[in-house]
């Protein structure tokens, strides 16, 4: 089966306030396919490294070094929910059946953060702010983050 081709534009819908779209393989660890429409903000993504404490006792400064593996971070994405929006059901879907999603954040600024969202909960309900706005989130862990900015134009 040849691998999904990646969508080229996006549409309105799937922009959030700061310009910012994400992308997700429809099928779970793959190729990213699809847009998710319904996003206000794409929470902040970090690298993942850690760093521990190697000073050695007679040093009269600290000093680090980089743990050999990344931290997993907790991450939680909420959008408008739309049940009836293709794209968003197949995400709940994988959402809801605990299955690992391959993601691809673009920011308006061009920087690029691609990582699997291992999913661990979700709930739903309406947005605070605004009334009658129904929300969809999900609650997990980031991994295999990894940071790329776009080719100027």
Known sequence: ???????????????????????????????VDAFLPGLDI???????????????????????????????????????????????????????????ISIKVTRASGEVQDAVFIPHDYYSGESGKDSGKQMFACIGKLQQVQFTTLAAV
């Open 1 to 31: 089966m040849p691998d999904p081709t990646p969508v080229t534009g996006p549409a309105a819908e799937t922009v959030d306030s700061h310009l910012s779209t994400l992308q997700f393989c429809t099928t779970g660890v793959g190729t």
């Open 42 to 100: 794409i929470p902040q993504i970090n690298s993942g490294k850690v760093y521990e404490d190697d000073t050695d006792i007679a040093a009269a400064h600290r000093s680090y070094s980089e743990k050999a593996l990344p931290e997993d971070q907790d991450w939680e994405l909420a959008f408008r929910h739309k049940p009836g929006i293709a794209e968003q059901k197949s995400f709940t879907d994988l959402v809801k059946a605990g299955t690992p």
